[in-house]
C-alpha cells in the first residue's frame, strides 16, 4: 500500500493516507459500538448528549468526497478511496462521509469469500435453525398479513393457496416498501405512510450478467473495479436522471478465481454488475418523473450494458474478447430484481441510505399501525448489506423479546470475538499488563523545558 500511494502522491501522501485511516477506523468502531448493535425506535434517541458528540465524529453532514478530498490530492485516488459507496448503492457526491468504514474494513478485516458461493451461508443458517426447531416452508408466497377484528394487531397470514398460518407474531423479510402496500391491510393510515415510504429515495438498480466461459481469463483477479473515465457524470447519470450511464462504471467478480467448485475445470465464471438508475413508478401505482420507464426495449438497454462491459474488459486488461467465450448467461435488469424478489422498482438494496433515511429515519423495525409485526431486512434499520441485515434481525429479535418480557438468551454472556484485550486480573501475566504511561514524565518534561528557558533568559538576555 505504502509504495502505491506514494507512487501518486508522493511521501507526503501515505502520511496523508495514515490520517484518512484513522478517521475511518474511528467511523467504523463508533458505528458498530453506537449504531450497528442498537435500535432507534425514537426521535428522540438522536438528541441524546452522548449520540449528538458521537455523531459529529462520524462526520454525517460531509459527502464521502468532499471528506476524502481533504486527504488524497489526486483524482485518481480520490476515486479508489470514494467507489465503495456502490456497495450501497449511493453516489459518493451525495453519501455521508461516515461510509469511509466501507473500505476500512477491507483494508482492515479482509474480503472473505464463503467456499461454494453465498448460498453456503444461507445453508449454514439453515442447519443451525432446524437444530433449533425451525420449519422453512420454501416456494409459498404469502398473498397478505391477516389481523385480528380491530385491524391493528397481527394474528397470522394468508398464502397464496388459500391456506391461513395462525401466529403470535410476525417478522416480516420482503421488502419492506413492497409489504406496507402490498402485504398489510390498507387501513388509511397504512395507506398513506405506504405511499410515503414510495415517494422516499430508493437505492439504484442494477444490470447484473452470469456468464459461464468455455476457457479462463487470466487477466481478471478475483475482484476487478472498472470506472467510468467520466467519473462523476456517471454517478448522476444514474442517482439523478436514474437511467443507464453512456460509460459505465462496473464491478467483475471471478468467483472461480478461488473456489474450483465455481466452475468447471479450465473454465471461468464470472458476475458482471452495472449500478443503473431504478424504475419509474412502484409496481401498480402512479408514475413518478424520475426513473427508467417500464415500456422500453429492456433487451436493448441489456444489450448496450454488455456491450460496454465487453469492450472495456478487453481495452483495459488486453485479454481475449469475452464474448464468443460464453456458454451460458443469465440477466437480471430493474424489472427483474422487481419481479423475482419484489424489491420496490428494481432498488437492489432498498431505500436509500442518504442522512433523512438512517437510524430514527428510517422505517422502524416495528411494523407501524400493526401489532406484533415486525421488520428485518435492508430497508429497516440499520440498513443494507448481508452483515448489516444480520446484525438488524438481532435488533428486531431483541426487540420481540422485550415487548413480550423476555430477556434475551444471549445477554450477559461472553463475547465470541476478543476485541477487548486481555482481561485485566490479578492473575494477568507480565507480558500482557496493560500498563499505560505515566503522565509524570510529560509533567517532569514540562518542568524542565521552564527551567531551561528561565536559564536561557537569565544568561543571555533579551537586550
Same mark, same amino acid.
Given at each position: 500500500?505504502?509504495?502505491?500511494?506514494?507512487?501518486?502522491?508522493?511521501?507526503?501522501?501515505?502520511?496523508?493516507?495514515? *490520517?484518512?485511516? /484513522?478517521? *475511518?477506523?474511528?467511523?467504523?468502531?463508533?458505528?458498530? %459500538?453506537?449504531?450497528?448493535?442498537?435500535?432507534?425506535?425514537?426521535?428522540?434517541?438522536?438528541?441524546?448528549?452522548?449520540?449528538?458528540?458521537?455523531?459529529?465524529?462520524?462526520?454525517?453532514?460531509?459527502?464521502?468526497?468532499?471528506? @476524502?478530498?481533504?486527504?488524497?490530492?489526486?483524482?485518481?485516488?480520490?476515486?479508489?478511496? @470514494?467507489?465503495?459507496?456502490?456497495?450501497?448503492?449511493?453516489?459518493?457526491?451525495?453519501?455521508?462521509?461516515?461510509?469511509?468504514?466501507?473500505?476500512?474494513?477491507?483494508? #482492515?478485516?479482509?474480503?472473505?469469500?464463503?467456499?461454494?458461493?453465498?448460498?453456503?451461508?444461507? %445453508?449454514?443458517?439453515?442447519?443451525?435453525?432446524?437444530?433449533?426447531?425451525?420449519?422453512?416452508?420454501?416456494?409459498?408466497?404469502?398473498?397478505?398479513?391477516?389481523?385480528?377484528?380491530?385491524?391493528?394487531?397481527?394474528?397470522?397470514?394468508?398464502?397464496?393457496?388459500?391456506?391461513?398460518?395462525?401466529? !403470535?407474531?410476525?417478522?416480516?423479510?420482503?421488502?419492506?416498501?413492497?409489504?406496507?402496500?402490498?402485504?398489510?391491510? &390498507?387501513?388509511?393510515?397504512? /395507506?398513506?405512510?405506504?405511499?410515503?415510504?414510495?415517494?422516499?429515495?430508493?437505492?439504484?438498480?442494477?444490470?447484473?450478467?452470469?456468464?459461464?466461459?468455455?476457457?479462463?481469463?487470466?487477466?481478471?483477479?478475483?475482484?476487478?473495479?472498472?470506472?467510468? !473515465?467520466?467519473?462523476?457524470?456517471?454517478?448522476?447519470?444514474?442517482?439523478?436522471?436514474?437511467?443507464?450511464?453512456?460509460?459505465?462504471?462496473?464491478?467483475?467478480?471471478?468467483?472461480?478465481?478461488? !473456489?474450483?467448485? #465455481?466452475?468447471?475445470?479450465?473454465?471461468?465464471?464470472?458476475? #458482471?454488475?452495472?449500478?443503473?438508475?431504478?424504475?419509474? &413508478?412502484?409496481?401498480?401505482?402512479?408514475?413518478?418523473?424520475?426513473?427508467?420507464?417500464?415500456?422500453? !426495449?429492456?433487451?436493448?438497454?441489456?444489450?448496450?450494458?454488455?456491450?460496454?462491459?465487453?469492450?472495456?474488459? @478487453? #481495452?483495459?486488461?488486453?485479454?481475449?474478447?469475452?464474448?464468443?467465450?460464453?456458454?451460458?448467461?443469465?440477466?437480471?435488469?430493474?424489472?427483474?430484481?422487481?419481479?423475482?424478489?419484489?424489491?420496490?422498482?428494481?432498488?437492489?438494496?432498498?431505500?436509500?441510505?442518504?442522512?433523512?433515511?438512517?437510524?430514527?429515519?428510517?422505517?422502524?423495525?416495528?411494523?407501524?399501525?400493526?401489532?406484533?409485526?415486525?421488520?428485518?431486512?435492508?430497508?429497516?434499520?440499520?440498513?443494507?448489506?448481508?452483515?448489516?441485515?444480520?446484525?438488524?434481525?438481532?435488533? @428486531?429479535?431483541? &426487540?420481540?423479546?422485550?415487548?413480550?418480557?423476555?430477556?434475551?438468551?444471549?445477554?450477559?454472556?461472553?463475547?465470541?470475538?476478543?476485541?477487548?484485550?486481555?482481561?485485566?486480573?490479578?492473575?494477568?501475566?507480565?507480558?500482557?499488563?496493560?500498563?499505560?504511561?505515566?503522565?509524570?514524565?510529560?509533567?517532569?518534561?514540562?518542568?524542565?523545558?521552564?527551567?531551561?528557558?528561565?536559564?536561557?533568559?537569565?544568561?543571555?538576555?533579551?537586550?
Amino acid at each position: 500500500m505504502k509504495a502505491q500511494i506514494e507512487r501518486w502522491e508522493g511521501k507526503d501522501g501515505f502520511y496523508r493516507y495514515l *490520517a484518512w485511516l /484513522r478517521e *475511518a477506523h474511528r467511523h467504523y468502531e463508533l458505528s458498530v %459500538a453506537e449504531i450497528l448493535r442498537k435500535n432507534f425506535t425514537s426521535y428522540w434517541n438522536l438528541i441524546a448528549p452522548h449520540f449528538v458528540l458521537t455523531g459529529l465524529k462520524l462526520h454525517p453532514l460531509h459527502s464521502i468526497w468532499n471528506r @476524502t478530498s481533504k486527504y488524497f490530492w489526486t483524482e485518481r485516488l480520490r476515486r479508489v478511496f @470514494t467507489f465503495a459507496t456502490m456497495y450501497m448503492g449511493m453516489s459518493p457526491f451525495d453519501a455521508p462521509a461516515t461510509y469511509s468504514l466501507l473500505q476500512y474494513s477491507e483494508l #482492515a478485516e479482509g474480503i472473505w469469500y464463503p467456499r461454494g458461493g453465498f448460498h453456503a451461508v444461507l %445453508a449454514a443458517l439453515v442447519r443451525v435453525s432446524e437444530r433449533l426447531g425451525v420449519e422453512y416452508r420454501l416456494n409459498t408466497p404469502v398473498r397478505e398479513i391477516l389481523t385480528h377484528s380491530d385491524g391493528k394487531t397481527a394474528i397470522g397470514v394468508q398464502l397464496e393457496s388459500g391456506e391461513v398460518l395462525d401466529a !403470535d407474531v410476525v417478522v416480516v423479510n420482503a421488502d419492506l416498501v413492497y409489504a406496507y402496500s402490498n402485504l398489510f391491510p &390498507q387501513t388509511p393510515s397504512i /395507506r398513506s405512510y405506504g405511499k410515503s415510504l414510495r415517494q422516499k429515495d430508493g437505492s439504484c438498480s442494477s444490470i447484473s450478467f452470469y456468464w459461464s466461459l468455455d476457457r479462463k481469463i487470466p487477466e481478471l483477479h478475483t475482484h476487478n473495479i472498472f470506472l467510468a !473515465d467520466e467519473y462523476r457524470e456517471s454517478f448522476d447519470a444514474i442517482f439523478d436522471r436514474q437511467s443507464l450511464p453512456k460509460e459505465p462504471s462496473f464491478y467483475i467478480n471471478v468467483p472461480s478465481r478461488i !473456489d474450483p467448485s #465455481a466452475a468447471p475445470e479450465g473454465c471461468d465464471s464470472i458476475i #458482471a454488475l452495472v449500478p443503473t438508475g431504478h424504475l419509474l &413508478q412502484s409496481s401498480g401505482f402512479t408514475k413518478s418523473d424520475v426513473g427508467l420507464p417500464r415500456e422500453q !426495449d429492456w433487451a436493448a438497454l441489456v444489450d448496450r450494458a454488455r456491450r460496454a462491459v465487453l469492450s472495456t474488459i @478487453t #481495452a483495459r486488461t488486453g485479454c481475449t474478447p469475452l464474448g464468443k467465450l460464453i456458454t451460458n448467461e443469465i440477466v437480471n435488469d430493474p424489472p427483474a430484481w422487481e419481479a423475482k424478489f419484489n424489491l420496490d422498482k428494481g432498488s437492489i438494496l432498498g431505500l436509500s441510505h442518504s442522512f433523512f433515511n438512517v437510524l430514527a429515519f428510517r422505517p422502524s423495525t416495528k411494523a407501524r399501525g400493526l401489532e406484533r409485526t415486525y421488520f428485518v431486512g435492508a430497508s429497516t434499520h440499520p440498513g443494507t448489506g448481508v452483515p448489516i441485515v444480520l446484525a438488524g434481525a438481532k435488533i @428486531t429479535t431483541e &426487540q420481540i423479546l422485550e415487548d413480550f418480557r423476555m430477556r434475551a438468551p444471549w445477554r450477559g454472556q461472553p463475547a465470541k470475538i476478543f476485541d477487548q484485550g486481555v482481561p485485566q486480573t490479578s492473575m494477568t501475566g507480565k507480558l500482557d499488563r496493560i500498563q499505560k504511561p505515566s503522565s509524570l514524565s510529560w509533567i517532569v518534561y514540562l518542568v524542565f523545558t521552564v527551567w531551561v528557558m528561565l536559564m536561557l533568559q537569565y544568561w543571555y538576555p533579551v537586550l
